[in-house]
């Protein structure tokens, strides 16, 4: 049996890096020690506007760790071509608005099935498995897999932001119901966006999900006990609540 996967986005150790200019915090140096801390993946996305990560990031990450990358991006000729270039373990594609802080939702697939056909295709021409980060929609999980993706990330953030009560809850039967749904339709299931220890442990519980992945809340974290540390308890949560496959 398996356990349920972690992995660490350390889009935002960048984020301070650039914040005053220089080589420090380092992303890389950040990887490694999740590396050892106990995650199973390495995150990062490479934004249009590269606010945080940037170009020499992503190829410094591929050659440094020994865990697999997970490359997030934007639909466009630009990224398509970067990820084809670095050839990660996967790319995952999700919606991006320059004047947005973070990912605000899932990728509409359905609405831009033809493009995004075509671009997976080249992703997985390379090698490089593919990831659509969607809402619990069966409409837009369906069309993922009529186009050839190989996994879907299930967006958390509205989950992770309603307060405790029966609305939640509701969000919750949505992801489960989701996860269920791409699961029979022969998708990997990931989830992740707004988790920390309260929302990943009811989330780790759910069967048919393999990975979770958490970024903000565990650099935040770190700022106060440690990028290590925040990255071992997260490990015993998930470990704790979860799912064993």
């Known amino acids: 049996m398996k356990q349920l996967r972690l992995g660490v986005n350390i889009d935002h150790i960048a984020t301070v890096r650039n914040a005053r200019g220089g080589s420090h915090p380092d992303p890389v140096t950040a990887a490694l020690l999740a590396q050892t801390a106990g995650a199973d993946g390495i995150t990062a996305h490479l934004r249009e506007d590269r606010r945080h990560i940037r170009d020499e990031d992503i190829f410094a990450l591929k050659e440094a760790i020994n865990v697999p990358l997970n490359f997030e991006m934007a639909a466009t000729e630009e990224m398509v071509k970067i990820a084809c270039e670095v050839r990660p373990n996967a790319s995952c594609i999700v919606p991006e608005k320059r004047d947005e802080l973070t990912t605000e939702g899932g990728l509409a697939v359905r609405a831009q099935q ?60 949505r992801i489960v119901s989701a996860a269920r749904f791409a699961d029979a339709c022969g998708l990997e299931v990931h989830a992740g966006h707004g988790l920390s220890f309260e929302t990943a442990g009811q989330i780790a519980q759910i069967q048919d999900i393999v990975e979770l992945n958490i970024g903000h809340f565990l650099i935040g974290e770190a700022v106060f006990t440690g990028l290590k540390d925040a990255i071992v308890r997260m490990r015993q949560v998930i470990n704790r609540s979860g799912a064993v496959l």
């Open 114 to 173: 033809d493009r995004l056909a075509e671009q997976v295709g080249r992703l997985k021409a390379e090698g490089i498995r593919v990831s659509l980060f969607v809402d619990a929609d069966k409409d837009d999980l369906s069309a993922a897999r009529t186009i050839g993706a190989d996994i879907v990330e299930l967006h958390t953030g509205r989950f992770c932001d309603l307060p405790a009560g029966s609305e939640r809850q509701h969000e919750y039967e």
